[in-house]
């Protein structure tokens, strides 16, 4: 019933864009912070950018500030990640994630209940 659907992934060049969407089907987003978590082969999964069930608050990891922009509209039940100047080193499985939790303004990964499947960013060189 609650599921997250990713997508918008594919194969690009360095310096390229892509823009991911997370679409919610079974509830609504309107009260839950979402974030976006990647993670590459023999690697940890790492937080790339949370945003609050208001999209008041943003967090972005370090990697990805400047090149990365997260974004929710709410009439349309989903979250989106706009990625330019893409590199190598972000290719991973990009998973989004939601949070019911009051007042949440974090980007940690246990506090994230409700996980999608998943969608395959490669960036080639």
């Known amino acids: 019933q609650l599921q997250l659907v990713e997508s918008g992934g594919g194969l690009v060049q360095p310096g390229g864009s892509l823009r991911l969407s997370c679409a919610a089907s079974g509830f609504t987003l309107d009260y839950y912070a979402i974030g976006w978590f990647r993670q590459a082969p023999g690697k940890e999964r790492e937080g790339v950018s949370c945003i609050s069930s208001s999209g008041g608050t943003t967090n972005y990891a370090d990697s990805v500030k400047g090149r990365f922009t997260i974004s929710r509209d709410n009439a349309k039940n989903t979250v989106y990640l706009q990625m330019n100047s893409l590199k190598p080193e972000d290719t991973a499985v990009y998973y989004c994630?939601?949070?019911?939790?009051?007042?949440?303004?974090?980007?940690?990964?246990?506090?994230?209940?409700?996980w999608g499947q998943g969608t395959q960013v490669t960036v080639s060189s």
């Open positions: 994630a939601a949070a019911y939790l009051s007042d949440y303004e974090g980007c940690a990964s246990d506090d994230y209940r409700y």
